[in-house]
């Protein structure tokens, strides 16, 4: 059975052992449980890019506080067919997805009502567990118990980190190291060999040559920048991580090649 049924198959059946659960599946649930009726037990509200925003601590916990801090800024990446954390990778997985009440994720984690902020005022979390077919996730990501769209708590070693959707879009490559960074707000090329980051407004993006590919260029700073994101499957050349999209960054005629996330819906 391949990993789409298997995800299917698992779905159905939490969705099929909700339906003969207790009252407070029942339609005259409280308000604050239809403000939290957007809550998917489905694989795909996982999908897209996670940043750890935050963490917290609320008892005793196998790793230190600045350890915790070191994971600010990790990005978790999941797609329709992989997940992905830095040179991590898993590309045959198993899901299981849940909404549970608030009370029953306290009692799990041995935690009394005020001890986490982010679950207070709620009643209910969706709970996603993910697992390789060949072994246990081995770091932060396995379990991602969703907030809202935007908002997920990631346990892990007795700390509960916070994450975030990030809908800008990254790109990466090596020899020599470089990472590109496309929001709202611009483009942003950084070569930490080189300390020539290059940074600039957002430009309209263009049709590339390629079927699906786009392309992003600005003049800034003395700088020519054009950015091609094309979408095919990509391969980080140190790690094997896998990407949605390959990369090519030309700065001044200086060509960088690399992967990227999901191609990017961002115009100016």
């Known amino acids: 059975m391949n990993k789409a049924l298997r995800m299917m198959a698992a779905s159905l059946m939490i969705a099929g052992l909700s339906a003969c659960g207790s009252e407070q599946d029942a339609p005259g649930q409280s308000t604050d449980d239809t403000a939290q009726s957007d809550l998917s037990r489905d694989y795909t509200a996982l999908v897209g890019e996670w940043r750890v925003v935050d963490f917290h601590q609320p008892g005793v916990s196998a790793m230190s506080a600045e350890q915790a801090d070191s994971w600010l800024g990790a990005r978790l990446r999941i797609s329709d067919d992989w997940l992905a954390l830095g040179e991590h990778y898993c590309e045959s997985l198993t899901h299981i997805g849940e909404v549970l009440p608030v009370n029953q994720v306290r009692n799990d984690f041995q935690l009394q009502e005020g001890d986490l902020e982010p679950l207070e005022g709620r009643e209910q979390v969706a709970r996603h567990r993910l697992d390789c077919d060949d072994g246990d996730w081995a770091t932060l990501g396995g379990t991602l118990l969703m907030l809202s769209d935007t908002r997920a708590l990631a346990p ?113």
């Not at 809908?167 to 611009?186: H, K, M, Q, V």
């Not at 940074?199 to 079927?211: A, D, H, I, K, M």
């Not at 994101?229 to 960054?249: H, K, L, N, Q, Y």
Request: glycine share 10%; charged share 30%.
């Open 156 to 268: 892990w070693d007795g700390v509960l980190f916070e994450l975030e959707r990030d809908d800008g879009f990254r790109a990466t490559g090596t020899e020599p190291a470089w990472n590109l960074a496309i929001t709202e707000s611009g483009m942003r090329l950084s070569v930490p060999f080189d300390d020539r980051d290059v940074s600039t407004e957002l430009p309209e993006p263009e049709e590339g040559s390629r079927e699906g590919s786009r392309v992003y260029h600005a003049t800034t700073q003395g700088n020519y920048l054009r950015v091609v994101i094309t979408p095919e499957a990509c391969r980080d050349s140190m790690s094997g991580a896998p990407f949605e999209t390959s990369v090519r960054v030309t700065r001044d005629g200086e060509v960088f090649d690399g992967c990227g996330g999901a191609m990017p819906v961002l115009s100016r």
